[in-house]
Each structure stands twice: as C-alpha cells, then as structure tokens.
Nanobody
Framework: QVILAESGGGLVQAGGSLRLSCAAS????????LAWYRQAPGKERELLAT????????YTSDSVRERFTVSRDNPKRPTYLKIKDLKPKDRGVYYC?????WGRGTQVTVSS
C-alpha cells in the first residue's frame, strides 16, 4: 500500500504562490502515475495534472499549464505542485493520487 501525505496549503493573498508537496511512503508506485486534484467547495474533485514515472508532466488544460507546475527532484523525493498567481477560484482541498490511493488533502484558501 502506498501512503500519501499532502502538505503546504494555507491562506494566501491573491496573486501569491504556493508549493504543495505530496510525500509517498510504502510500496513503490509501480507503473502508476502521480496525479494532482483540486476539490473546490461544493464541487466535484477535478484532475489538474499528472506526473509519470519518468518525471514527465501533463496538464489538463492550457489554463492549468499557465499557473500550475508539477515537479520532483527524483522518484524517491516528494512530488510538488507549484501554483502561481493564486486566484480566489483556486480555493479548495488539493489531493494527490497514485493508483487507487489518495492522500487526505491540503487546504488552500485565497484571500482577495
């Protein structure tokens, strides 16, 4: 079982930036990608970006690509999601997922 733990959320002013972390422990990822999601209040959880085993990142839209960056230093280190130019609409709980395993999420709040 992979155990995932997100961190790095908080209250940020609009226009600021955050770097969220997803740390994994337990068995290796295997062939699974790591995915980042956001769940805004009252909305469905939405996929933002994924990182494959080789470190390649894909984003679900150009608008996400403009402000979100997935990265990691090496496969044994946390995976990061950097968000720049934060907007009130970015508010929500951010989750990472590997296969069927989810972390508990980290809350991001943006003040205008």
């Amino acid at each position: 079982q992979v155990i995932l733990a997100e961190s790095g959320g908080g209250l940020v002013q609009a226009g600021g930036s955050l770097r969220l972390s997803c740390a994994a422990s337990g068995r290796p990822f295997g062939s699974h990608d790591l995915a980042w999601y956001r769940q805004a209040p009252g909305k469905e959880r939405e996929l933002l970006a994924t990182m494959n085993r080789s470190g390649g990142a894909t984003y679900t839209s150009d608008s996400v690509r403009e402000r979100f960056t997935v990265s990691r230093d090496n496969p044994k280190r946390p995976t990061y999601l950097k968000i720049k130019d934060l907007k009130p609409k970015d508010r929500g709980v951010y989750y990472c997922r590997v296969g069927l395993e989810w972390g508990r999420g980290t809350q991001v709040t943006v003040s205008s």
